[in-house]
């Protein structure tokens, strides 16, 4: 039986969600174009992300992936085109555009000599924010670590153990936006399934999130639109579709398989 809460709050979400289509972008590649030590890396990448949406790029190794996250953070200089951020020009509001990111590389740099509750204070602090333990706790079991384990040395946490830390980490800084980099690397499939339903809380209360990843599984599940890089180009587009709870994971693995065998 369905919680008819639960339903009309999905119903209200999905509906927001539609609705903020018509707003403008929160993130925004125009155009971009990314050259690194001589090589073409981004070429004429133009998508822009709604409020609220759940925007994945899919692609291989060295598709671009990460050359666009980093390129959203400021780190890259674009060749061609630009992106924005909340409307502003990324190259020209750095601070601005920050501050209202949290990002999550796919190896967080976490310190082994301290816990997790270290980790999240110190790196909390670096941000100016300052939390309680319930906060901190609040937020770890949101990403299901165990609680015994939250006072141990993270030089004996598993990597799963670790990139669980590191989501947590992202969620507290309660930033508008999300930038993710293979966020479910080194996660087992519960683990997985559990991560898909928190970035969709996520966003049903209004964050903005942008992931990047090789898992087609995953994407399909959490998603509301995956866009599809090869070689740097953008090359094919998916949308959830009204009324459905993902999108059609074998056309899109179809797509993957072809162009990655292309």
């Known amino acids: 039986m369905v919680d008819s ?34 090589r073409q890396v981004l070429k004429d990448v133009t998508f822009r992300i709604a409020p609220g949406e759940i925007h994945a790029l899919l692609g291989g190794n060295g598709a671009g992936k990460s050359t666009t996250l980093l390129t959203f953070l400021g780190f890259l200089t674009p060749a061609s085109g630009g992106v924005q951020v909340q409307g502003r020009d ?70 799963g153990m670790r990139q669980k830390v590191a989501i947590a980490l992202a969620i507290l800084r309660d930033t508008p936006i999300l930038l993710l980099d293979e966020p479910t690397s080194g996660l087992d499939p519960v683990a997985i399934d559990d991560f898909n339903r928190l ?13 990047v990843t090789h898992d087609v599984y995953g994407a399909c599940h959490v998603a509301d639109r995956i866009d599809l890089l090869q070689n740097g180009e953008l090359v094919g587009a998916f949308d ?4 459905m709870d993902r999108i059609d994971t074998e056309a899109v693995h179809e ?8």
């Open 5 to 38: 809460d639960k339903a009309a709050s999905g119903s209200q979400a999905r509906t927001s969600r539609e609705s903020s289509h018509n707003k403008a972008p929160v993130l925004a590649a125009e155009s971009l174009g990314i050259v690194r030590s001589g």
């Open 90 to 159: 990324v190259g020209k509001n750095l601070n601005e555009v920050r501050r209202a990111i949290a990002y999550l590389p796919e190896a967080a740099s976490l310190y082994g000599h301290l816990n997790a509750y270290e980790n999240l204070g110190y790196f909390l602090a670096l941000a100016g924010t300052d939390l309680d333990r319930e906060a901190l706790d609040e937020a770890l079991d949101r990403v299901a670590l165990q609680p015994g384990a939250r006072g141990m040395r993270m030089q004996t946490y598993s990597k």
């Open 199 to 211: 970035v969709r809380d996520l966003a049903d209360t209004g964050r903005t999130i942008l992931l």
């Open 240 to 243: 959830r579709p009204p009324g």
């Open 255 to 262: 797509a993957f398989a072809g162009r990655a065998a292309a």
